[in-house]
């Protein structure tokens, strides 16, 4: 059975940081009650505590830190990210089936999300080939040891699918500690930083970001 026809997807604010074990279970029974068309499609809007996540790409050698925070098996697509306090994650629970049975195009119309809700700002956030994520072009800091600019990740995206039903999602930098990146090599990419809407000096607070996402959804 499909997903409930006609219904746009709830979107769900979490006030307090949520367990990554909770999160994962929320999103499997919802999961199963968009599959079983009892359940509407659904955006999740939360933090956690501080953590770390390993993805289906993760090498072990990319945890720098193993005893820093608590390390969760995602079984989402990428490699290693940090959640905390200070970042907004938004869990996208819908029917990419009925979004056309493409998974990059889905990745991309994640992506698009992302820099359409960073602009609200007059931050200009920028995709990579080999990157996945969304960067900011740090002009202002030091090249890399081989000339290339340097650029910075203010977003990281990780996505997986039951079915065509995706759960997990997106994670954006409004004002999380980034010393606490430190304990991995996020995403498995050596060399860039990690940034974040405060620390490229807007005031934007957990509310201001929720709202520029829900004004450029893609998901209706």
Known sequence: MSSVIGVAPEWIV????VAYPDALAAMETRVE???????????WLLEHPPLYTAGTSSRREDLRDPNRFPVH??????????HGPGQRVAYVMVNVGQRGHDVRAFVQTLE???IASL????????????????WIARPDKPPLPDGSPREDKIAAIGIRLRRWISFHGISINVEPDLSHFDGIVPC????????????LGLPVTMGDLDD???KTSPFR
């Not at 098996?73 to 940090?82: D, F, P, S, V």
């Not at 609200?120 to 994520?133: A, C, Q, S, T």
Request: aromatic share 6%.
């Open 119 to 134: 602009a609200e700002f007059g931050l200009r956030g920028e995709v990579r080939p080999g990157r996945v994520g969304v």
């Open 212 to 214: 520029a996402l829900r």
């Open 33 to 43: 009650g968009i599959l079983n068309g009892t359940a509407s499609e659904a955006i």
């Open 14 to 17: 979490s006030d307090r940081p």
């Open 112 to 114: 698009g999300w992302v």
């Open 73 to 82: 098996e995602a079984r989402r697509g990428g490699q290693y990210t940090y």
């Open 188 to 199: 498995g990419i050596e060399g860039h930083g990690v940034t974040s809407l405060v620390d």
